[in-house]
């Protein structure tokens, strides 16, 4: 038996939630990463014996259409599954339920499901420093029922909220980082966007293939790559209003 831990983590806060359950349910895990444009993701296949850990942020409540098609590409044998959405203390709408859906098509086997949560990754003050201490206990408790539900063999599927959206997610348009004076042109940002979005040369990002993922932004040794002020002073606004009050993790078994 192997332990999977597939991941769509352009700014880490999904992968740190991700780390935090796998840590607790197995002692080697094995790292797909969709955010790893070179990857063909049709070659991956796991078995029936395999468990995996599938872990995406929430994009407006939809899981990023990007990890969903690299998702898809993969081949679960009745792999037994634990979904996790990961959102910064909005709301996570129907990402679960879309995860769900995509993972069975898939071939998984859901066994469970979290909901968990991390820094915004646009408005970074939005759940600030989360997943936190308080987090991580509430996430190995939760790892510690999932284990019991594994051990026990039963296979039942959990029931998840939302629903699974008729029409394909889409990006927002026009929200793609630009570099600044500071850039360097080292060419970080180019090689790690997740779809290839970014002029390797100018630094400059296409906006048609941008997926806002902020990707860019995090692994920018100079902080150069940034959304405009305005965007960035409104939607935090916006953002803190409808954020106020904290959000706790949620298993569903």
Same mark, same amino acid.
């Given at each position: =038996? ?97 995860? =769900? ?73 026009? =929200? ?25 040369? =100018? ?51």
């Amino acid at each position: =038996m192997k332990f999977y831990e597939i991941t769509f983590s352009p700014t880490g806060g999904t992968k740190k939630a991700a780390d935090i359950l796998s840590r607790s349910l197995s002692e080697q895990t094995i790292e797909i990463d969709l955010c790893d444009r070179n990857i063909d993701f049709s070659e991956v296949a796991l078995t029936e014996d395999d468990i995996a850990l599938i872990a995406v942020p929430s994009y407006g409540g939809r899981v990023p259409p990007t990890a969903l098609d690299r998702l898809c590409a993969i081949s679960g044998t009745k792999t037994r599954a634990i979904l996790v959405c990961v959102y910064g203390n909005r709301a996570y709408d129907n990402t679960l339920a879309e995860l =769900m859906d995509a993972s069975r098509k898939a071939g998984f086997r859901p066994i469970a499901a979290v909901a968990a949560l991390a820094e915004h990754s646009i408005a970074q003050k939005v759940a600030a420093g989360r997943p936190d201490a308080e987090d991580e206990t509430r996430l190995k408790e939760m790892a510690d029922q999932i284990r019991r539900k594994l051990a026990s063999a039963d296979f039942s599927i959990p029931y998840v909220p939302g629903k699974v959206p008729e029409k394909p997610g889409m990006q927002t348009p026009g =929200m793609a980082p630009t570099p600044s004076d500071a850039c360097v042109k080292c060419g970080l940002c180019a090689e790690k966007c997740p779809v290839g979005a970014i002029d390797p040369v =100018m630094m400059n990002p296409d906006p048609k293939k941008c997926i806002n993922c902020m990707r860019c932004s995090s692994v920018c040794p100079v902080g150069a790559k940034k959304l405009g002020r305005v965007f960035t002073s409104l939607g935090g606004v916006a953002l803190g209003v409808l954020c106020a009050n904290r959000k706790e993790c949620e298993l569903f078994l």
